[in-house]
């Protein structure tokens, strides 16, 4: 099957300071990518769907200034978590898909804990 | 209402008994259902996904889809301590076919 790959598995940073993750499909290109972040004992929350060329669809309720996301080519997208604060702390996960009808897969996800 | 919803967990069964995991969904529009797997700091992983009213069966595992009712369902048959994970519920819905997921039922199989 379709490998995603996403870096890195986990991070831990001061508060105030901006994280990267990188999401990229290794052996296909994506033309649709999503951000999903999961707390603790709850289930996964859509927080962006990235398209390549275009600026990425929030979530109600998800700061797009403060979740920055790039899709800048077909084989990558990145979310920054910019100004972190304890409360962001969380896992984020991302998936990636060819085409709308085919099926969507999954990176390994990203544990951050701001400090 | 939430938009998905499946039964509270925890679920806790005997090794060789059957699973049964439930779910429903407000959006009338979606068309297409997905029941994934995770394991603790995992990612999911694709289990089922069934598109038409009816049952879809693939190995030990059942998805059952009743659109007019907005219900779906997964059985585990013959459930083994490997099957332990959270369940979750996954309706595709908007343009983009976004997934929704429920807030997922937590398995445990006990040998």
């Known amino acids: 099957g379709a490998v995603v790959s996403q870096h890195p598995s986990w991070v831990i940073c001061k508060s105030g300071t901006s994280v990267k993750i990188e999401c990229r499909s290794l052996d296909f290109q994506a033309t649709t990518m999503f951000w999903y972040r999961q707390f603790p004992k709850q289930s996964l929350m859509l927080m962006a769907t990235s398209n390549e060329g275009s600026k990425a669809t929030y979530e109600q309720g998800v700061e797009k200034d403060k979740f920055l996301i790039n899709h800048a080519s077909l084989t990558l997208s990145t979310l920054t978590v910019t100004s972190a604060h304890p409360e962001d702390s969380s896992f984020y996960i991302c998936?990636?898909?060819?085409?709308?009808?085919?099926?969507?897969?999954f990176g390994s996800g990203t544990q951050l804990s701001v400090l | 209402q939430k938009e998905v919803e499946q039964n509270s967990g925890p679920l806790s069964v005997p090794e060789g008994a059957i699973a049964s995991l439930n779910c429903t969904y407000s959006d009338r529009g979606s068309q297409s259902f997905f029941w994934y797997r995770q394991y603790s700091g995992k990612s999911p992983e694709l289990i089922m996904s069934?598109?038409?009213?009816g049952d879809k069966e693939d190995g030990r595992f059942t998805a059952q889809l009743n659109k007019a009712s907005q219900y779906v369902s997964l059985l585990i048959r013959d459930s083994q301590p490997s099957d332990s994970a959270t369940y979750l519920c996954a309706p595709e819905r908007g343009s983009a076919r976004q997934l929704t997921f429920g807030s997922g039922t937590q398995l445990t199989v006990l040998p």
């Open positions: 998936s990636a898909r060819r085409a709308i009808n085919e099926k969507l897969f």
């Open positions: 069934i598109y038409s009213n």
